[in-house]
Each structure stands twice: as C-alpha cells, then as structure tokens.
C-alpha cells in the first residue's frame, strides 16, 4: 500500500473550517484514500473515503486531486470535540490479504 | 457507538500471565482486525480475520495468538506477558476485507502487565 505524508500538527479556530492536508504520491489506481481520526485513547473512527472523486457526508469533505497524489480533508465548521488525531491512510481495492496501516497522522488542535 | 463491542475495558494482570481479549463485530459484519497501540505509540496492526480464516498478519509476536469463532466473534489471546505488552488493544470489524470497506473500531482494551 502507498505510504502517505501528514504534517504532524495543526490549528483551528473554532467555528472555522479545519483543512487536513495529505500526500499520497505512489497512489496506484486501485487504492483508495481513507480518512480517520482517534480522539485521546478511543477507538479510531471512520470519517470518509474515495477513490478519484470529491465526497461529502454530515462529517467532512474530502478532496483528492486530479492526479490522485494528494488529498485534504475539510471540516467545515471545527469544535472543540473536533480535537483529535487525523490519519490519512491508501487502502488497495480488492484482494483478501491486505493490512491496514496507520502511520503517525496529524494533531488537529482546535482552539476556542 | 460504532457497533463493535470489546471486553474487559481494562486489564491488569501480572508478567507472565496469560489473558483474553474478545472481541463483537458489527452485526454482518465477516472482518475482524486487531491493533495495538503503545503509550504514545501509533496504531500497530496485529492480524486479520475473515469469516473465520486468518487472511493477514503483521507484526504479531509469537506469544500472541487469535480466533475469530463461527459465530464471528473474535479473541487474541496474549500470554507469556512482559511489562512491554502494556497497551491498549483495538478490535475492528469491516463487512468485508477489501479496500471499499471501512473499518469500525471498538473502544479498546486498555492492558496493563504489572
């Protein structure tokens, strides 16, 4: 699976909108980029994922270039219950025996 | 709630001991996935299950062993324990094993070998 990049740490306003950036260069066609966050010692939760075009559900945006070798992910309207660990993670499509990696993601910090 | 139920919340037991973790998918769900996370640690992938077939493995220590049951519920059993098997360990369950099919975790077993 293609390894991804995230800056470590970030900041938000509250009320604003938060934009998680991710970089997923060696992306292959097949592989998906899947977005999840893990607020302190909870289980991680499933935000959103997609394949090449942008998706939006009630939690977030995600927007993935045309190119497919980077992505961002929008809250629209950050809160504090938003503070949290965002991983970017590239899932490949198909086949039974795959391993779901998380790396070290981003510490969205957001502020009142 | 993300639907996937683990048990005990919490563990403290001595080293070398051995304890059991389970693990209840998501209803439907044929997926089960075990992680462990250190002390500030990142999410460490241990093995994965497939209605009832082991289908990946990552760096799981020989100590450690799981099942998924019939019934798809799920154990990782951990023995031998070491002071350094303090942590806390996730179960997830997914309808499938395949890439267009998002993980649910659980809210952890939180280990501590004393």
């Known amino acids: 699976d293609a390894k991804t990049t995230q800056p470590p740490s970030m900041d938000c306003a509250e009320g604003r909108a938060a934009n998680l950036p991710c970089n997923h260069s060696?992306?292959?066609?097949?592989?998906?980029v899947y977005w999840y966050r893990q607020i302190h010692s909870q289980g991680p939760q499933y935000i959103i994922h997609?394949?090449?075009n942008n998706e939006t559900n009630e939690m977030a945006s995600l927007i993935i270039t045309e190119d497919r070798k980077s992505s961002t992910l929008i809250l629209p309207h950050a809160t504090l219950r938003d503070t949290a660990v965002y991983y970017c993670i590239v899932v490949r499509s198909g086949g039974s025996n795959y391993k779901l990696t998380f790396g070290k993601g981003t510490l969205l910090t957001v502020n009142p | 709630d993300s639907g996937v139920t683990q048990t005990p919340k919490h563990l403290i037991t001595a080293t070398g001991q051995r304890v059991t973790l389970r693990c209840s998918p998501r209803?439907?769900?044929?997926?089960v996935y075990w992680y462990q996370q250190s002390l500030d640690q990142g999410l460490q992938f241990l093995i994965h299950y497939y209605n009832g077939e082991e289908r990946a493995k990552g760096n799981i220590l020989e100590r450690f062993s799981a099942q998924q049951f019939p019934d798809l519920h799920s154990e990782l059993n951990l023995s031998s324990l070491e002071l350094g098997d303090s942590a806390l360990y996730f179960c997830?369950?997914?309808?499938?094993?395949?890439?267009?099919?998002?993980?649910?975790f659980g809210n952890g077993t939180r280990l501590t070998v004393t």
């Open positions: 997830a369950s997914s309808v499938v094993g395949l890439g267009n099919s998002p993980l649910h």
């Open positions: 209803s439907g769900d044929l997926s």
């Open positions: 060696t992306i292959s066609g097949n592989e998906y």
């Open positions: 997609g394949l090449k």
